[in-house]
């Protein structure tokens, strides 16, 4: 076989190799259905919310957030605006057990009375201190509005919504959803692949110059 078609069919797998790369799909967190059961001024509510926890990488953290699809509970009387504020329990499974604590803002327009509460996204910062497997699932949600507190606990044992693949110190870390493929974020993932399809690229462009200049000392 001519250098030249080496030449060509090195390049071809060069360029196939990157466009594969950087056609991989991203993942996303998974949304679960939790079963709140929540324990109101008024008596016993409950309400069943989909919910997804994602993470975006930040140096040796990650910023954690926690959103609610559904309304949870409700109050017999109108909520003003900023009168209701929302925290809740990221229960930590796997390389490191234990809870984080995320909180988000109060609410931007009035709550009608008698309506599900909307909850806004709740947010956290988690550093890992273990290296390995860790899990997310949503833990007891408290609402604190009008010098009352609703605490809502999940009664249907949810399974994780996201799961980290996390190194203590240092290194490079990927999230992912259950049985899907790992992420970051959305922009390291992209920056990965194409870190990577330049790689592959310039690869393949060190082969064919290395072939050229091979075949023209053979010429000689």
Not at 144 to 166: F, I
Request: glycine fraction near 12%.
């Amino acid at each position: 076989m001519s250098y030249q078609k080496r030449t060509a069919r090195a390049l071809a797998a060069a360029v196939a190799g990157s466009v594969v790369l950087m056609a991989a799909p991203a993942a996303h967190a998974t949304v679960v259905d939790v079963d709140y059961q929540c324990r109101t001024p008024i008596g016993p509510k409950g309400a069943v919310s989909p919910i997804d926890i994602k993470a975006v990488r930040t140096g040796s953290s990650y910023r954690l957030t926690m959103s609610f699809r559904k309304g949870v509970s409700s109050s017999p009387v109108e909520l003003g605006k900023g009168a209701m504020n929302p925290s809740a329990v990221i229960g930590l499974g796997g390389a490191e057990a234990g809870k984080l604590q995320v909180s988000g803002p109060s609410n931007a327009a009035a709550i009608p009375a008698n309506t599900p509460i909307k909850i806004n996204d709740l947010t956290g910062t988690y550093t890992p201190r273990k290296s390995g497997k860790v899990t997310f699932t949503a833990g007891v949600l408290t609402i604190k509005a009008l010098g009352t507190t609703t605490t809502c606990t999940p009664r249907n044992n949810p399974r994780p919504s996201l799961e980290l693949d996390v190194t203590a110190a240092g290194g490079t870390s990927q999230a992912s959803a259950p049985g899907e493929l790992p992420r970051t974020g959305p922009l390291d993932s992209a920056r990965a692949l194409a870190t990577l399809g330049g790689t592959v690229l310039l690869s393949g462009a060190v082969g064919v110059l290395w072939l050229t200049r091979r075949g023209g000392r053979t010429a000689s």
